[in-house]
């Protein structure tokens, strides 16, 4: 936990998990069409508190499927290469 850190070994974890949640922000481009990646990624940038993850949200809602009654059930569908 970072509360357990202090000093130079603070700012080190700090800088480490801003430059992940860059690299994360980044990454929408790529994983648009593929909803397992973008809610890992969705959720990750949410607990992060990233100013992206209203971006990622949006496009994660774009890709729901519903039976018609989206408050009973929404389900997103990923296309696997059958081998």
Do not use: H
């Not at 990750?44 to 039976?67: C, P, R, V």
Request: hydrophobic content about 45%; some cysteine; overall charge negative.
């Amino acid at each position: 936990m970072l509360e357990d850190v202090t000093g130079s070994d603070l700012t080190t974890r700090i800088s480490s998990l801003s430059d992940t949640v860059a690299y994360l922000e980044g990454k929408l481009a790529d994983i648009r069409s593929q909803p397992y990646p973008l809610s890992v990624i969705t959720y990750a940038l949410t607990l992060a508190q990233s100013n992206k993850a209203d971006e990622f949200l949006t496009a994660l809602e774009a890709l729901q499927e519903s039976d018609g009654n989206a408050q009973l059930l929404m389900i997103w569908f990923c296309n696997v290469a059958k081998v």
